[in-house]
């Protein structure tokens, strides 16, 4: 990246409709379809399709692209044109969006049910194996380094890296790689 230039932020949308009853299927292959479409985009980071909790409810699509440009790109393409055309056959009313950009996307997470979070068991295993080997290493070769600083100041700095680390190296890596397991039926 060039001095002075800054990245365009990712930007989530999240949109929120309800299927025709009877037709849930239907609605659900087809969402799956756009996505298909949506991977051959320029800045398409993923997308989720977040089920009703309840029979007749909403549902969620959650839609990540790279830029705001991106999103533009996409939502100006016939193939979001064709895909919405086939969305409203099996669909009630025109979805409700809610976009999330920077920060906001952090704090402001789409609903989902109860029934798609990991068991807590296996959610405190995995921020262990994340927790464990990230605080030995700093305790092992920063906090020697900080002997001399009081120990509120010291503890502060010492937690401050922890977190750091933990948010922006370690879970997000642990988290995809023990995906299948977190996601697994709660049979385990």
């Known amino acids: 990246m060039q001095h002075g230039t800054s990245t365009p932020a990712p930007l989530t ?13 239907e609605y659900e292959a087809r969402v799956r379809e756009m996505f ?29 692209f790279a830029s705001e ?8 393409s016939p193939e979001r044109a064709h895909s919405h055309a086939r969305l409203r056959e099996v669909a ?7 976009r999330l950009s920077g920060l906001e ?10 029934t798609m979070h990991p068991p807590r ?5 995995v921020t262990w194996l994340g927790i464990f080997p990230t605080v030995s ?7 020697p380094l900080l002997q001399a600083l009081p120990f509120l100041l010291r503890t502060a700095l010492l937690t401050a890296l922890i977190v750091a680390v ?17 996601a697994g039926r709660r049979s385990g």
């Open 13 to 25: 949308r999240i949109a929120r409709r309800r299927a025709i009853p009877g037709r849930e299927a």
């Open 36 to 64: 298909a479409a949506m991977r051959n985009r320029a800045g398409f980071l993923g997308a989720d399709l977040l089920p009703p909790e309840q029979a007749g409810g909403d549902y969620q699509i959650v839609v990540r």
């Open 69 to 76: 440009a991106a999103l533009q790109a996409w939502d100006e």
């Open 92 to 98: 009630e009313g025109e979805p409700e969006f809610r």
């Open 105 to 114: 996307a952090w704090f402001a997470p789409a609903v989902v049910p109860a």
């Open 121 to 125: 068991a296996r959610m405190a295993v």
């Open 137 to 143: 290493l700093v305790l092992w070769l920063v906090a």
């Open 166 to 182: 933990m948010t922006w190296v370690v879970m997000p890596r642990l988290t995809r790689l023990l995906h299948g397991w977190l």
